[in-house]
C-alpha cells in the first residue's frame, strides 16, 4: 500500500494511506512526495489524489478593490476615522445643510466596518471629512464676509 507525506513548507507530515490523506486540509498546490518519487510535487500531478482535494472547499481569499497600499494602512481592529465630532461642530458653528450631510456619512463609517464593508467604510469616512471641511470652509469664509461688511458698515458710521 502506497504512504503519502506533505508539506506545509515547513514542516513534512506523514505518512498516512490515501484515506487518511482524504481528513488532511490539502489542496492541488500541497507537495506530495510517496516513494518512487524523486522529488515533492503538487497534489494536482497525481489523478488518485483528485478526489483528496477536490472534495475540500476552496480557500477563503478576501476580495475587495481596496488597493494593497490602502491595506496596509487598515487596522482591522478600528473603523477608519469617523469625523463625527467635526461634523456636529461644522453644522453647529458653520454651516447647517453640509454639516447634517457630514453627520450622515459619519454615522456610516462604522456601521459598515462591523459589517465588513471595509471599502464602503473608507468612502463614508472620505465623504465624512469632505462635507465637514467644506462646512468648515464656507463658515469661515461667510465670517471673514461678515467681519468685512461689519468693519466697512462701521467706519462709514464715524
Same mark, same amino acid.
Given at each position: 500500500? &502506497?504512504?503519502?507525506?506533505?508539506? $506545509?513548507?515547513?514542516?513534512?507530515?506523514?505518512?498516512?494511506?490515501?484515506?487518511?490523506?482524504?481528513? &488532511?486540509?490539502?489542496?492541488?498546490?500541497?507537495?506530495?512526495?510517496?516513494?518512487?518519487?524523486? /522529488?515533492?510535487?503538487?497534489?494536482?500531478?497525481?489523478?488518485?489524489?483528485?478526489?483528496?482535494?477536490?472534495?475540500?472547499?476552496?480557500?477563503?481569499?478576501?476580495?475587495?478593490?481596496?488597493?494593497?497600499?490602502?491595506?496596509?494602512? !487598515?487596522?482591522?481592529?478600528?473603523?477608519?476615522?469617523?469625523?463625527?465630532?467635526?461634523?456636529?461642530?461644522?453644522?453647529?458653528?458653520?454651516?447647517?445643510?453640509?454639516? !447634517?450631510? @457630514?453627520?450622515?456619512?459619519?454615522?456610516?463609517?462604522?456601521?459598515?466596518?462591523?459589517? &465588513?464593508?471595509?471599502?464602503?467604510?473608507?468612502?463614508?469616512?472620505? $465623504?465624512?471629512?469632505?462635507?465637514?471641511?467644506?462646512?468648515?470652509?464656507?463658515? !469661515?469664509? *461667510? @465670517?471673514?464676509?461678515?467681519?468685512? *461688511?461689519?468693519?466697512?458698515?462701521?467706519?462709514? /458710521?464715524?
Amino acid at each position: 500500500m &502506497k504512504k503519502y507525506f506533505y508539506t $506545509d513548507g515547513t514542516n513534512k507530515f506523514g505518512p498516512f494511506s490515501l484515506i487518511e490523506l482524504g481528513e &488532511k486540509n490539502i489542496n492541488g498546490q500541497t507537495l506530495i512526495w510517496f516513494h518512487g518519487l524523486s /522529488e515533492w510535487s503538487p497534489a494536482c500531478n497525481f489523478p488518485e489524489l483528485y478526489d483528496v482535494f477536490v472534495s475540500s472547499p476552496p480557500p477563503i481569499t478576501f476580495q475587495s478593490s481596496v488597493s494593497n497600499s490602502q491595506l496596509d494602512n !487598515i487596522n482591522y481592529l478600528q473603523p477608519p476615522k469617523t469625523w463625527l465630532v467635526e461634523s456636529i461642530l461644522a453644522t453647529l458653528f458653520c454651516c447647517l445643510p453640509l454639516g !447634517i450631510v @457630514g453627520i450622515v456619512n459619519a454615522t456610516k463609517v462604522e456601521s459598515r466596518f462591523y459589517v &465588513k464593508d471595509y471599502d464602503g467604510a473608507l468612502q463614508a469616512s472620505a $465623504d465624512a471629512a469632505k462635507w465637514a471641511k467644506l462646512s468648515f470652509g464656507i463658515g !469661515i469664509a *461667510v @465670517g471673514v464676509i461678515y467681519f468685512i *461688511v461689519a468693519l466697512i458698515t462701521g467706519i462709514g /458710521e464715524y
